[in-house]
């Protein structure tokens, strides 16, 4: 699925990121602008940030559920990376307004 329409970027290669920065640390905070530095991409809009975000989250978590020894090794998502969530980051999805849509 494509995520970033800007810069063409998939959610199988914002996963693959993820998951190799998890590969280097599974403690670091990973945020949006990591990813897009690993791809020697940049955020252009920023309408693509909360659904980065998003899988962030699920990726963090699918891996630590992977490597805990019990379920209650988990931790608890970041709470800087929920506050981004919380807050929408990104602004107006896909920057634009919804009077360009011809349909
Ligand atoms: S949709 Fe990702 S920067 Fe615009």
Known sequence: MLVCQCNVITDREI???????????????????????????????????????????????????????????VPPAHPKLLALKEKGAGGQREGRSTGHRAA
């Open 15 to 73: 996963k693959r990121i993820i998951r190799d920065l998890l590969a280097e640390d599974p403690w670091q905070l990973i945020v949006p602008a990591m990813v897009y530095r690993e791809l020697d991409k940049r955020c252009k809009c920023a309408g693509c940030v909360p659904n980065v975000v998003d899988i962030i989250l699920e990726v963090t978590e699918e891996y630590h559920r992977q490597t805990a020894k019990s379920p209650e090794d």
